[in-house]
């Protein structure tokens, strides 16, 4: 956080700050921008933001009624596989992301090639499932601010964003070695051409003259794909890996348009 800060802009205060990618909303949050527009081509993702914002009370009721047991994990876990799923409301939806969010295995969003989620039980022993002071603030920043909560395609947002403009870009990591793809966290994945695709929408951005800032692996196709901007090399800690020894920090971009 502090790297992608030190590189932001310094004029931002009158800015539209646009996050197409925004995931948990780590940058956002930190930033807590007056003026956001902020998107995720997950609907349960953005469902999830939504009832936040406008039912928060009833989402912590829902909440609470979760339990931290296997069998019923699995049978949370598998409603996505059944003709229920659509007869859930968006505060049960967004009931079950979290809860499954907080109990299953690292904290792993991930799905399979049918959109289903598949991370396993994680086995802990109290998780957190209602955090309701994070809850309560995200709700409060969401309602006291102007953010606009979209879900789609990244490059249907940029198209439209204004020239004064801010975009903070963090996709789906392109892979540093087969061992480490992961592409499960909406249905399909992505691939070298999708890193393509949005190297394309930066060089239009950079056209119009928006300033971005993104974030990626430090791969060499990244780096080949970005050699016409500027590039910092920074170190990230990587919290998910199969083998417990190889989490720690490694190596990461931070690539933008801008001195």
Same mark, same amino acid.
């Given at each position: ?5 030190? #590189? $932001?802009?310094?004029? $931002? ?14 940058? %956002? ?7 956001? *527009? ?40 598998? %409603? ?70 979209? &879900? ?5 947002? #940029? ?38 695709? %949005? ?13 971005? #800032? #993104?974030? &990626?692996?430090?791969?060499?196709? *990244? ?26 920090? *490694? ?5 933008? &348009?801008?001195?």
């Amino acid at each position: 956080m502090p790297s992608i800060v030190a #590189l $932001m802009p310094k004029n $931002m205060k009158n800015c539209t700050y646009v996050e197409p990618f925004v995931g948990g909303g780590a940058v %956002l949050f930190y930033l807590q921008p007056k003026n956001a *527009i902020i998107n995720d081509f997950n609907s349960e993702l953005i469902n999830v933001y939504e009832v936040v914002k406008n039912n928060l009370n009833e989402l912590i009721i829902d909440l609470k009624q979760h339990k931290n047991e296997s069998d019923y994990f699995y049978n949370i876990r598998q %409603l996505d596989r059944t003709s229920e799923f659509e007869k859930l409301g968006k505060i049960q939806r967004a009931s079950r992301i979290i809860y499954l969010n907080k109990t299953c295995f690292n904290g792993l969003y991930r799905v399979n090639n049918a959109g289903e989620f598949n991370s396993p039980f994680g086995r802990y022993k109290n998780p957190n499932i209602v955090n309701e002071p994070v809850l309560k603030a995200v709700s409060y920043y969401l309602n006291s601010n102007n953010i606009e909560l979209l &879900n789609g395609d990244y490059e249907d947002v #940029l198209k439209n964003v204004s020239d004064n403009s801010f975009v903070y870009l963090d996709p789906p990591y392109h892979p540093i070695s087969e061992s480490s793809n992961f592409t499960g966290y909406v249905q399909g994945g992505w691939n070298m051409f999708d890193q393509a695709r %949005l190297r394309e929408a930066c060089d239009d951005l950079t056209n119009r003259g928006i300033k971005f #800032l #993104l974030s &990626n692996s430090a791969s060499g196709f *990244i780096k080949d794909q970005y050699r016409n901007y500027n590039i910092t090399t920074v170190k990230a800690t990587r919290t998910i890996n199969s083998d417990a020894d190889k989490r720690g920090e *490694i190596d990461e971009l931070l690539i933008r &348009n801008y001195e």
